[in-house]
């Protein structure tokens, strides 16, 4: 029904800056919230940022001041600007959106993932 494709992910020395995309297509009614959520190697995925339909943000305390997360005006995209990179931001990101499809039913859809690798 829907789908979530991740752009923007690559390999940036630490200290340097990353713009994570994240884009919605299917039988979507409404998009309430999105989010994105990374997973390393021996860790826990844990949520990195999110934010709701109406605007409401959420941040791991370990990006706060750091990553800044926004939807685009259809509220169909997802972005995660993430500056002042360290190594420990090395990890898969992936998107995750909840909503209502057209048919009325409600989803919850990840995409397939960006690797983010921050190395000298």
């Known amino acids: 029904q829907v789908q979530l494709v991740e752009s923007g992910g690559g390999l940036v020395q630490p200290g340097g800056s990353l713009r994570l995309s994240c884009a919605a297509s299917?039988?979507?009614?409404?998009?309430?919230?999105m989010g994105w959520y990374r997973q390393a190697p021996g860790k826990q995925r844990e949520l990195v940022a999110a934010?709701?339909?109406?605007?409401?943000?959420n941040y791991a305390d370990s990006v706060k001041g750091r990553f800044t997360i926004s939807r685009d005006s259809g509220k169909d995209s997802v972005f995660l600007q993430m500056n002042n990179l360290k190594p420990e931001d090395t990890a898969v990101y992936h998107c995750n959106a909840e909503g209502i499809a057209t048919m009325m039913t409600r989803f919850s859809v990840w995409g397939q993932g960006t690797q983010v690798t921050v190395s000298s």
């Open positions: 299917g039988s979507i009614c409404s998009i309430n919230a």
């Open positions: 934010i709701t339909s109406g605007g409401t943000t």
